[in-house]
């Protein structure tokens, strides 16, 4: 049981040290594919750390709820890391029905944002708030018809367990996982604000959703909006690169190894598409969720009737 | 197998359904058609047969090479726009997709539990002859009409293998030939009708006074 607590500590810590490699990881392999050299791999932990230096200065009219909001955010977002599997550890947090906890804790973290940008009063952070509200309506029914096709499947309600179970031994149960990692990987996309539905390099406020949003903040409060960013980002990683753990292999080392590449193949994708496509309109984006939930909805139907 | 195949099938369907260019609906034509002729070939790896294989060889010839090619050619010697100009939006068209591809698999599933036949070939086939329909229903362009008579098509020949395992080839290879004269035919009207009058929308059929 100890011992358990503890490997649930280690698969935390990890979540936390390596988080922002990866995003620096999207970054430098993004810059290597379009032909620049780019930033070391280590660039946003420099962030971090310059950040965590300077001073706060919240706006005259902003209320407790700016204040409080990027350490709430930050804390959800480090509950739901701590109820995902790295290599074949059990989770810290993990008990029946905590996909439910996952989606939520992340959607409360979400909420508690887009109150704060509103909070603030400026009529950008009220637009990217308005952005960010509509597209999380439409990137919630992913998750649940991915995730939940899997667990109503199994039949099990615990994110470890639902992992736990995928058995890669039957070429029909492949393919259904196959196509619940692509839309898992355009949930992905659009939760973490990457390419084909946000661009994260831009400052441009008029095409601007998760990023605008965080335009008045400073010092430590941009320092945890942006470390739960990163966090983030590799939640969602994990949750795509879980799926093809081969579960049955049960050795830790094989499990940290298949982690390694699997993170190292996801980023490569992600700087991949985020080279090759370009932003989509706006009034295109829900189409393009749709597009995933479609995917999602597809996969259900067609487990449930070949069974 | 065939069941994947019929998911790839489906996933193609959602493609052309959120796609705003004409090139998406031809490469779509090309992957369905490579997908059929890769079912139809599939029971003939156990049990080959020079017979056999002509249906999947025409059926590869005909939808992966011929028609698409023609298509492609139509679009630039009458310099087509490639938007498609649909009636409404596509947000509205994938949904209506989607509610309809629910439905058609519960209503096959609920048939099957009476016959004998293979689910998910079955509603995948039945699935891209209602988003044909659908397809002509709510695009301006003849030549996305043509696009959506093709992929009903596609439909009708992917019901029929989850229908019958073993299709009479000759009819096959008639109705190949059939919706090829079809395509040509389109093809040589289009070009009459960019002749006569400028644009290719329907509604601009409508004006046509005799």
């Known amino acids: ?307 | 197998m065939e069941n994947v195949l019929s998911i790839l099938f489906c996933l193609s369907l959602f493609y052309v359904s959120i796609s705003s260019r004409v090139k998406g609906y031809v490469t779509v034509l090309q992957l369905q058609g490579l997908l059929l002729s890769v079912i139809i070939v599939i029971p003939f790896i156990y049990d080959f047969s020079i017979f056999g294989i002509i249906l999947p060889v025409t059926l590869l010839v005909v939808k992966v090479f011929l028609i698409p090619k023609y298509i492609k050619k139509i679009i630039l010697d009458l310099d087509i726009k490639r938007m498609i100009e649909p009636t409404i939006q596509q947000f509205t068209f994938l949904l209506l997709v989607i509610v309809s591809m629910v439905v058609i698999f519960v209503v096959s599933n609920i048939l099957s539990q009476r016959t004998e036949l293979n689910v998910i070939p079955f509603a995948s086939g039945f699935s891209a002859i209602v988003i044909g329909i659908y397809i002509i229903m709510f695009r301006k362009k003849l030549i996305v009409h043509v696009a959506g008579f093709l992929i009903l098509e596609n439909g009708i020949f992917l019901f029929g293998t989850a229908v019958a395992s073993e299709l009479p080839m000759m009819i096959e290879l008639g109705i190949l030939l059939d919706v090829f004269v079809v395509v040509f035919l389109m093809g040589i009207a289009l070009n009459n009708i960019s002749s006569t009058l400028k644009g290719f929308d329907v509604t601009a059929l409508g004006r046509l006074k005799d």
């Open chain 1, 1 to 307: 049981m100890e011992i358990e607590i503890l490997q649930g500590i280690i698969s935390l810590l990890i979540i936390l040290g390596f988080s922002p490699l990866f995003a620096g990881l999207i970054n430098k392999l993004k810059a290597v594919l379009t032909g620049r050299i780019g930033a070391p791999v280590w660039q946003p932990y420099y962030d971090l750390k310059r950040l965590f230096k300077k001073e706060t200065i919240n706006a005259t009219v902003s209320s407790f709820v700016s204040r409080i909001s990027p350490v709430i955010n930050f804390v959800t977002v480090a509950v739901a890391a701590t109820m995902l599997p790295i290599g074949f550890w059990k989770p810290l947090i993990s008990f029946n029905g905590d996909i439910i906890l996952f989606a939520y804790i992340l959607g409360l973290a979400r909420f508690i944002q887009i109150l704060a940008a509103m909070d603030i009063g400026s009529s950008f952070e009220g637009m990217g708030a308005a952005r960010e509200a509509t597209f999380a309506l439409f990137a919630e029914p992913i998750f649940f018809f991915t995730l939940g096709s899997v667990a109503f499947i199994s039949g099990l309600s615990s994110i470890y367990d639902i992992y736990y179970s995928i058995q890669l031994n039957n070429i029909s149960y492949i393919v259904f996982i196959v196509i619940c990692s692509i839309s898992a990987f355009l949930l992905a996309v659009t939760e973490c604000s990457r390419m084909p539905v946000d661009d994260p390099n831009t400052h441009l406020e008029l095409t601007m959703i998760h990023e605008v949003m965080i335009l008045d903040n400073s010092g430590i409060d941009l320092f945890l909006y942006q470390y739960s960013g990163y966090i983030k980002l590799f939640i969602y990683a994990i949750l795509e690169i879980s799926f093809f753990y081969p579960f049955s292999a049960q050795s830790y080392l094989v499990g940290v190894m298949i982690f390694v590449i699997g993170s190292f193949i996801l980023a490569l994708t992600l700087a991949t598409v985020e080279t090759i496509t370009s932003r989509f309109k706006m009034k295109n984006i829900p189409q393009y969720l749709l597009f995933a939930t479609a995917i999602g909805i597809l996969n259900l139907l067609i487990y449930t009737f070949t069974k």
